[in-house]
T-cell receptor, first 109, second 112 residues
Framework: QKEVEQNSGPLSVPEGAIASLNCTYS??????FFWYRQYSGKSPELIMS????GDKEDGRFTAQLNKASQYVSLLIRDSQPSDSATYLC?????????FGQGTELSVKP | DAGVIQSPRHEVTEMGQEVTLRCKPI?????LFWYRQTMMRGLELLIY????????DSGMPEDRFSAKMPNASFSTLKIQPSEPRDSAVYFC??????????FGPGTRLTVL
């Protein structure tokens, strides 16, 4: 079992819809979780971090964490074509970030 | 701030040649990370430094790979000899904490 798992996608949503990206992790003691966005040919960029159970909102982005289920998600409201990218889930474990394979999101105009 | 700087941005070399990738972290950041990204394996941590000291090199694939950080503003990742399977994008990242990392633009390495 991979330490951090994501559906590779592609996930396709129409412009204005809510995009839901999901991630599960295997290490129960993990306390810190992150979402990175990576545009094609570019480097990963941190967009959200979450440390406590529940929701954390930042503009159109909401991160959700459920430690009991070992599940973290990212919701993007009012999706825009500019949100089209690969979204990487990362979990801090053993003093280092462990990344999932990423989910490719495509927002269609 | 200029962000994390990497050079070269692209490198094409022949199998067996030595390759050196360079990284300048953001000033004041005391963590530096080297990652490799491929379609098959995703983003993999190779090694990371804290205050110029290597902390975890368990991701370094084999002895052909080595990394150094002689001072707080410079690090190198060397591959000798290079092989076609080393072809990937290599990212350097830096941070003040192990988690909130800022990535450089990457070096796209092609080994023929």
């Amino acid at each position: 079992q991979k330490e951090v798992e994501q559906n590779s996608g592609p996930l396709s949503v129409p412009e204005g819809a809510i995009a839901s990206l999901n991630c599960t992790y295997s290490d129960r003691v993990s306390q810190s979780f992150f979402w990175y966005r990576q545009y094609s040919g570019k480097s990963p960029e941190l967009i959200m971090s979450i440390y406590s159970n529940g929701d954390k909102e930042d503009g159109r982005f909401t991160a959700q964490l459920n430690k009991a289920s070992q599940y973290v998600s990212l919701l993007i409201r009012d999706s825009q074509p500019s949100d089209s990218a690969t979204y990487l889930c990362a979990v801090l474990g053993g003093g280092k970030l462990i990344f999932g394979q990423g989910t490719e999101l495509s927002v269609k105009p | 701030d200029a962000g994390v700087i990497q050079s070269p941005r692209h490198e094409v070399t022949e199998m067996g040649q030595e390759v050196t990738l360079r990284c300048k972290p953001i000033s004041g950041h005391d963590y530096l990370f080297w990652y490799r990204q491929t379609m098959m394996r995703g983003l993999e941590l190779l090694i990371y430094f804290n205050n110029n000291v290597p902390i975890d090199d368990s991701g370094m694939p084999e002895d052909r790979f080595s990394a150094k950080m002689p001072n707080a503003s410079f690090s190198t990742l060397k591959i000798q000899p290079s092989e076609p399977r080393d072809s990937a994008v290599y990212f350097c990242a830096s941070s003040t904490r192990a988690d909130t990392q800022y990535f450089g633009p990457g070096t796209r390495l092609t080994v023929l």
